[in-house]
């Protein structure tokens, strides 16, 4: 028996790969699940018994509609422990008695070395701990020799973290190891974290100057803008991103369909709604605002112009000597050098050559570009917010 992991950043693609691998034909006895619970939200919604085994439970409520609904029917033993240097988690199948001690509820072992125990080399047990760690998920099911190919394949169907990558990017940050004795991060952490995956995964992968095939752009490509909605409109209310993602997901599909291409969404809503119903957990009328808006978002990608929008690296080099003269102009004689203000004058760029900000205008994009800039740039907004407002208004006059 060989053992094969899938890590993921939602658990609703956890939650499918799951129910595929059953599906394929792979028992409950054989798949087990971790996933970071950063809002403790899920193992409220857990039954707990007292025993040494993680209870049989049931998810009932609000969370009946999200990712984690079904999940205690497939799996052997779902259930809320918390894991020394992580924190809440929820788990489930075969790989849960190398968590548990004494009861429900406390981890003895750690997760390093339940996935050592569940044959994972301990050089990538430490990656995959490290990744629960930070918020997401793993799937580990054991396989006879031959079916380990068609595990693979089913995992690689979602689109799973590619680990040592995602290890490279926390190392360029100064991570070397898991650490069992390390702070647990908190959801809010967590949600940041996360969305810092979304943005290097699309600068990495993705070239944003070309919308012309909706099949070469999938869901992960729009996953950052979507995570900025849940976190604009929902983080306070308690969620987590994982209740809002299939609204997401099933906006983006009805963008992507054929069928709908040239329906407005007053036209398009009954027939969503019939089969979001038939097919979905969660009433429509919770969730249709989030479809409405991953429509919106997809739908306006591919609707612009793209010789208007087709802003490469090349072009910003063709505007910078403007930026340069603005520089000299007004910030020659501060304390801060042109390659200071650099940063700001490309994030002002970056702004101006985004689909989701074309027809905004400064006073209504300022906001969201402020929290924007808090998040990933060093250097206070009031200090260079006048520089990314000059390399915004420089790209608007050019693209008229």
Do not use: C
């Amino acid at each position: 028996m060989k053992t094969v992991v899938g890590m993921f950043d939602n658990l609703s693609d956890a939650h499918e790969v799951v129910e595929d691998l059953m599906d394929a034909g792979f028992t409950r006895d054989d798949i087990s699940l971790v996933a970071r619970d950063r809002g403790s939200e899920y193992g409220t919604h857990l039954d707990q018994d007292t025993g040494n085994e993680v209870a049989e439970s049931t998810a009932t409520g609000a969370i009946a509609g999200g990712a984690i609904g079904g999940l205690a029917g497939l799996l052997v033993g779902l259930g809320a422990l918390t894991i020394p240097g992580i924190g809440p988690v929820i788990a489930a199948g075969p790989i849960v008695a190398g968590l548990t001690g004494a009861g429900i509820g406390a981890a003895a072992g750690g997760i390093f070395g339940a996935l050592v125990g569940w044959g994972i080399p301990e050089s990538e047990a430490e990656l995959y701990a490290e990744g629960v760690r930070r918020g997401a998920t793993i799937v580990a099911v054991r396989a006879p020799e031959n079916r380990v190919e068609r595990a693979v394949e089913i995992i690689s169907d979602y689109d799973p973290v590619d680990i040592q990558r995602r290890s490279s990017f926390w190392r360029e940050e100064g991570w070397t190891s898991y650490d069992p004795g390390a702070e647990p991060l908190t959801a809010e952490q967590i949600d940041r974290e996360l969305s810092r995956y979304d943005r290097y995964d699309v600068q990495s992968d993705v070239d944003y100057g070309e919308y012309e095939e909706y099949e070469e752009y999938d869901y992960d490509t729009f996953a950052p803008f979507f995570r900025e909605h849940y976190q604009t409109n929902f983080a306070n209310q308690g969620y987590a991103y994982d209740r809002y993602d299939p609204a997401y997901r099933y906006g983006y599909t009805l963008a992507t369909d054929e069928r709908y291409y040239d329906r407005d969404w007053n036209a398009l809503e009954p027939e969503a709604r019939r089969q979001w119903e038939s097919e979905h957990q969660g009433a429509w009328e919770e969730f249709k605002d989030t479809v409405r808006h991953a429509w919106q978002e997809v739908t306006s990608a591919f609707d612009m112009d793209d010789d208007e929008y087709d802003y490469d690296e090349g072009q910003y080099d063709t505007l910078e000597p403007s930026f340069r003269r603005h520089y000299e102009t007004n910030y020659r004689t501060s304390d801060y050098a042109y390659n200071q203000h650099q940063p700001a004058y490309r994030y002002g760029y970056d702004l101006a050559t985004d689909y989701r900000y074309r027809d905004r205008t400064w006073e209504e994009l300022e906001p969201e570009a402020r929290r924007r800039w808090e998040e990933i740039n060093e250097g206070t907004w009031e200090e260079f917010k006048a520089s990314v407002r000059h390399g915004w208004e420089e790209v608007k006059r050019t693209l008229s």
